[in-house]
């Protein structure tokens, strides 16, 4: 979601306070930005008005001159809003959807600067505006450029890993299921060893998930894999064993990730609970189901649904199913982080 005007006014006034610094800590971001945006609004002149291999008269005598004028301003006044954004000092490895929020929303505004500034401060002369094609397409490349600036290093590392996990040996795997759960296993693998080849659903059969083809029996599948991750959440027990054994007859490797890939939504942190408990632990649901795992983690594999902690006594551990209200201290707490880290809790 994108920021708010207290927020952004909040960052703008810290970061302005700290503009040496920040400059200095990000200088070629700073210094990529500046050529980004003066390119991008350079660039669109030169698409809509280069022909034949020279610049029409109006855009050389008239919308040229406007641009440049107003460059050195334009520029100042991005670095200020970016700063307000807090596209500096970024973790750009980890960037993510509210990371790209920000972009698009200085990236708005500075249209919006653009705009004003070639309409009531700098016109071209004799005209009352730039062409509509500057500043729609000027944006557009803009928030390509500034969005990659960003996004680049992650997509690089993404694609070294790749190519990093194309020259080890890689373990041909099945995974079995099709849906969310499915595509966070697939994606988890990227970091392993194990490569997905082929997924099996016999609802989404012919399908691919992230680039993986989808079949409808898994055992036709067994023969071109060495792992097998159960990842399907609506898989009966019965299901689930015939798998296991049918992969242990044919000497295949099999996990089960339902529980460890799904319980992540409750309002309290179920999946990072269990992780942490290494002995006997037991679970007792809210329909009063009571069961003794060896340790946590097998206690994870065995949840088949989305739940929350309810109350913890010694080793006992008590589930309930999400409820709609916030549980004790939220909003407390949700005010706290807002005001530490200047932003909204978010849950993207």
């Known amino acids: ?33 500046i050529v980004a945006v003066n390119a991008a609004y350079y660039l669109t002149l030169l698409l809509r008005f280069y022909v034949n291999n020279e610049l029409r008269d109006v855009a050389r005598d008239y919308y040229m001159p406007a641009f440049e004028r107003f460059a050195p301003y334009y520029t100042v006044l991005t670095i200020l809003v970016f700063i307000g954004f807090r596209l500096y000092g970024g973790m750009w490895q980890f960037a993510g959807i509210n990371d790209m929020n920000r972009i698009i929303g200085a990236n708005a505004l500075t249209t919006a600067i653009q705009i004003v500034g070639t309409t009531l401060v700098f016109p071209p002369v004799d005209h009352p505006r730039m062409p509509l094609t500057y500043y729609l397409i000027g944006a557009l490349l803009q928030f390509i450029f500034i969005a990659g600036i960003r996004f680049g290093y ?23 299921g099709a849906g969310e759960t499915a595509r966070k296993a697939i994606v988890h693998m990227e970091d392993t060893p194990y490569r997905a ?3 099996a659903d016999d609802k989404s059969a012919g399908k691919t998930l ?10 036709r599948a067994l023969q071109s894999v060495k792992a097998v991750f159960i990842a399907d959440r609506k898989l009966d027990a ?3 064993k015939e798998i296991r054994e049918t992969c242990e007859a044919e000497g295949i490797e099999v996990q ?11 309002r309290v942190p179920v999946a990072s609970l269990l992780e ?12 009063g189901e009571e069961k003794e795992y060896p340790d946590g983690e097998e206690a994870l594999k065995a949840l088949q649904e989305q739940v929350e902690v309810e109350e913890i006594r010694g080793a006992k ?24 880290t200047g932003e909204e809790v978010s849950f993207f």
Do not use: C
């Open 210 to 219: 992230n680039g993986v083809p989808v079949v409808a029996d898994y055992r």
């Open 276 to 287: 942490m408990v290494r002995g006997p632990v037991t679970i007792i649901t809210d329909a």
């Open 317 to 340: 551990i008590f589930l309930r199913k999400p409820s709609s209200r916030p549980y004790a201290g939220y909003d407390a707490w949700a005010q706290q982080h807002e005001k530490d």
């Open 256 to 266: 089960d990730y339902t529980g460890a890939l799904s319980n992540l939504g409750g």
């Open 238 to 240: 019965e299901t689930r």
């Open 154 to 176: 992650r997509i690089l590392l993404v694609e070294k890993r790749k190519v990093a996990g194309r020259k080890v040996s890689a373990i041909p795997t099945l995974v079995i």
């Open 197 to 199: 080849i082929v997924a």
């Open 1 to 33: 979601m994108m920021m708010n005007g207290k927020r952004f006014t909040r960052n703008l006034w810290t970061g302005t306070k700290n503009i040496g610094k920040t400059i200095t800590q990000n200088l070629w971001t700073v210094i990529l930005d």
